[in-house]
């Protein structure tokens, strides 16, 4: 790929993310008002289903699609998911890679949970660290801003 082609797939990764944070941010504005509970509602256990969703979404486009193109962009070798996540933080797109780890487990957990217990628990934890996850996606679009200058 070459250096015009993978600007163009940042913006347009930027783009998707920015997308997705806007759904995101709505689905936490509604469950935050819900809050935690150890028991949820029918309606309640969809809002909390849509931003689980969301959440899953946002990361996977953040940690797997911008944090690659960045690398890319930047000519920075591939390496694994935790390599990219770690060069984030050493770059100063995010604020922490420990907070990244566990956006990228909880993601991990929406994916494979069935159990209703732990999904109580991944409710709460959801709560907990969608801000995480909305700042580092606005912290990572005002590091990319420069190249869209370009």
């Known amino acids: 790929m070459n250096q015009t082609d993978a600007l163009d797939l ?3 990764t930027d783009t998707y993310l920015q997308e997705s944070k806007e759904w995101l941010l709505h689905s936490y504005q509604i469950c935050s008002g819900i809050g935690k509970k ?4 029918i ?3 969809d809002a909390f289903e849509a931003l689980s969703s969301r959440f899953a979404r946002s990361s996977d486009i953040l940690i797997q ?4 193109t960045i690398g890319v962009v930047e000519l920075e070798p591939g390496g694994s998911v935790l390599d990219r996540i770690n060069r984030a933080e050493k770059m100063g797109y995010i604020e922490s890679a420990h907070d990244v780890r566990t956006i990228r487990e909880i993601r991990n957990t929406i994916v494979h949970e069935y159990q209703h217990s732990e999904i109580i628990q991944l409710f ?3 709560l907990d660290t ?3 996850l909305l700042e580092s996606i ?4 005002a590091y990319i801003a420069r190249y869209q200058e370009k």
Do not use: G, K, N, V
């Not at 699609?65 to 690659?68: K, P, T, V």
């Not at 606005?138 to 679009?141: A, C, D």
């Open 43 to 45: 309606e309640e256990m």
């Open 65 to 68: 699609q911008m944090f690659r």
């Open 130 to 132: 969608t801000p995480i």
């Open 124 to 126: 709460h934890d959801l």
């Open 10 to 12: 940042l913006i347009q």
């Open 38 to 41: 150890s028991a949820y509602s």
């Open 138 to 141: 606005e912290s990572t679009h």
